[in-house]
């Protein structure tokens, strides 16, 4: 069975390149970022999630402020991150900060939970990696209560004890949409099922064919632990151009280039042109092309997982705006009809 599926898009604000290939200020990046929240809206995309990093690569520390921009100047796309980092951050906050931008966007607000890909956030705010495991179980458990929007009642070993008290505001619908962005873990997929949380699988390498046993764990585990059926995302990272030829021009070099810095980072050997070209092909997980060839592997992955929501990764690396603003206007326009008419 194949469910109605929505296109979204993320952004971690990569910062970007100026015309002499310096990098652009954070501060222009951001405000790029508030333009390109516009025009998706415009063109009708239906989430934009932004990721929260604490790099100089990155220009997004702070998502829900730059959301909270772009949901003043749009009236249809949902906003939220990818991810938030909760360990790191203190869960009451976290629903606070979300809350007021459900109030701001008029119910629009969705929050993506996750551990995160990167760990600067952890000596930047004081806490020990040794504790990585324990910081997000207790307080995935802690913001499990929050949703309710009832007093709390909760007690672990990171904070004191929670008695009876409120978190305010409220939001106004008396309910804040919660994912779990899993890595591919399947302890990760089953405790996203235990919490009877929608689930956003991010794919970054290989053929998402490969985390249909993920999907499948995870809805059993729905059924085991007594909650309804829940929506299944895939996050992977792309571009949309004119052409196939011209995409892969304009996204090689920033994804060769990120990835490098990466691997440097960790250990990693440098991404190859035959490792990229095999990527964007059918069977890989960049999203790199023509309107015609994103639409055909976006149904594809949406066939292969039964997935309820599609989220690209549009900016890699330091893209130009430009190119960013077209591929937007390319994936609202073009890509996602495309896509409805394919699974049909």
Request: proline fraction near 6%.
């Amino acid at each position: 069975m194949t469910r109605p599926l929505t296109l979204g898009l993320h952004t971690f604000g990569d910062v970007t390149a100026a015309a002499d290939g310096r990098p652009d200020h954070p501060a222009l990046v951001i405000r790029d970022i508030v333009e390109q929240g516009v025009l998706a809206d415009e063109v009708g995309i239906s989430f934009l999630g932004l990721g929260e990093h604490h790099r100089d690569d990155f220009a997004v520390t702070a998502p829900e402020v730059i959301l909270g921009a772009i949901a003043a100047r749009t009236s249809r796309i949902r906003l939220g991150t990818a991810v938030t980092v909760l360990s790191s951050d203190d869960p009451i906050r976290v629903f606070q900060r979300f809350a007021t931008l459900d109030a701001l966007s008029r119910g629009r607000a969705e929050v993506i939970l996750g551990r995160g890909s990167f760990t600067e956030s952890f000596p930047l705010f004081g806490f020990s990696l040794s504790d990585y495991e324990l910081l997000f179980a207790e307080k995935l458990d802690l913001f499990s209560h929050l949703l309710a929007e009832e007093p709390i009642f909760w007690a672990g070993t990171i904070r004191p004890p929670i008695d009876g008290l409120r978190v305010h505001p409220a939001t106004e619908g008396g309910h804040l949409t919660t994912w779990i962005g899993v890595g591919g873990s399947g302890a990760s997929v089953v405790r996203a099922a235990r919490y009877g949380l929608p689930l956003m699988l991010a794919i970054i390498g290989g053929d998402a064919a490969r985390f249909g046993p993920h999907v499948d764990l995870y809805r059993r585990s729905l059924l085991e632990a007594g909650h309804e059926e829940m929506p299944v995302g895939v996050h992977s990272p792309g571009h949309v151009a004119d052409t196939d030829g011209l995409a892969r021009e304009q996204f090689w070099p920033h994804y060769a280039e990120m990835f490098g810095r990466i691997g440097r980072e960790r250990g990693w050997n440098p991404p190859t042109r035959a490792q990229f070209d095999q990527e964007t092909g059918p069977h890989g997980a960049l999203y790199v092309g023509s309107p015609e060839t994103v639409a055909r592997k976006i149904a594809a992955t949406a066939r292969a997982l039964d997935l309820t929501r599609f989220d690209m990764k549009y900016a890699t690396g330091p893209m130009h705006h430009s190119d960013l603003m077209r591929g937007i206007e390319l994936y609202g326009s073009k890509v996602t009809p495309l896509v409805h008419e394919m699974l049909a």
